[in-house]
C-alpha cells in the first residue's frame, strides 16, 4: 500500500467550478502536511500547508482529519491558471521531518 | 532571490556509466533534498544534507550517493547506471525555521536524465 493515495483524475471541470481533491495517508505518525502543485514539465511549488484545525488562502480550503488520515483540498471559482497537478504531501513520520512522502498526484483541468 | 539552480538540465548517458548532477540551493539555506520523479510516478525521497552531513536516505540502492559541500551546493551521483534511472532529479533547499517542525522545501527545476 502507498504511503500517501490520490485519486489521479483528470479532473475536468469548467471556469469558476468548486473542485475538492482528496489524499489517504497510511502513517498515523505523520506530523506535517501540505500540498503542492506543480505545472507540467516544472518543478513542485508549495501551495499551502494543512493543519488539523483548517485553514484558507483565498480560493484554497484546506482540511485535515487526523483520525481518518485524510487531507482535502477545496479550489472554489476555478481559473484557467489553475490547470496543474496537485500533489498531496506528508512529513514526519517515518525518516524525520524533513522526508517528504509525495503522493502521486491529481490533475487538474479547468476549461472555458 | 535567485531560486535553486541545477545542472546539467538534460543528461543523457549510457547503460553502466556514472552521472553526476549538481544543485545549488537558495543563498542562507542550509539543507539540501533530491527526489527522483520517475514518468508516472510520484516523487521519491533520495537523500538529505544538512551542513555537510547525511541525515536521511530513501529506500534506493548504494549506487546513488551523493555529498553536501562546504558553501552547501551538492552533487548527487549515480553510478552503473539502469535504464530505470531514467527520470526528472529534482533538488530543493530548506532553512531551519525555530519552532517548525518540517521546513518548507523549495525546489529547482530539475535534471532530466536519460539513460539508454
Known amino acids: 500500500r502507498k504511503e500517501v493515495e490520490q485519486d489521479p483524475g483528470p479532473f475536468n471541470v469548467p471556469e469558476g467550478a468548486t473542485v475538492a481533491f482528496n489524499c489517504t495517508y497510511s502513517?498515523?505518525?505523520?506530523?506535517?502536511f501540505f500540498w503542492y502543485r506543480q505545472d507540467c514539465r516544472k518543478e513542485p511549488k508549495l501551495l499551502m500547508s494543512?493543519?488539523?484545525s483548517g485553514n484558507e488562502d483565498g480560493r484554497f480550503t484546506a482540511q485535515l482529519n487526523r483520525a481518518s488520515q485524510y487531507i482535502s483540498l477545496l479550489i472554489r471559482d476555478s481559473k484557467l491558471s489553475d490547470s496543474a497537478t496537485y500533489l498531496c504531501?506528508?512529513?514526519?513520520?517515518?525518516?524525520?521531518?524533513?522526508?517528504?512522502?509525495f503522493g502521486a498526484g491529481t490533475r487538474l483541468a479547468v476549461h472555458p | 532571490e535567485a531560486g535553486v539552480t541545477q545542472s546539467p538540465t538534460h543528461l543523457i548517458k549510457t547503460r553502466g556509466q556514472q552521472a553526476t548532477l549538481r544543485c545549488s540551493p537558495i543563498?542562507?539555506?542550509?539543507?539540501v533534498y533530491w527526489y527522483q520523479q520517475a514518468l508516472g510516478l510520484g516523487l521519491q525521497f533520495l537523500l538529505w544534507y544538512d551542513e555537510g552531513e547525511e541525515r536521511n536516505r530513501g529506500n534506493f540502492p548504494p549506487r546513488f550517493s551523493g555529498r553536501q559541500f562546504p558553501n552547501y551546493s551538492s552533487e548527487l551521483n549515480v553510478n552503473a547506471l539502469e535504464l530505470e534511472d531514467s527520470a526528472l532529479y529534482l533538488c530543493?533547499?530548506?532553512?531551519?525555521?525555530?519552532?517548525?517542525?518540517?521546513?518548507?522545501?523549495?525546489f529547482g527545476p530539475g535534471t532530466r536524465l536519460t539513460v539508454l
Open positions: 504531501v506528508v512529513a514526519g513520520a517515518s525518516g524525520g521531518y524533513n522526508k517528504l512522502i
Open positions: 530543493a533547499s530548506s532553512l531551519a525555521i525555530t519552532g517548525r517542525l518540517t521546513d518548507t522545501q523549495y
Open positions: 494543512v493543519y488539523s
Open positions: 502513517n498515523s505518525a505523520s506530523q506535517s
Open positions: 543563498s542562507g539555506h542550509t539543507s
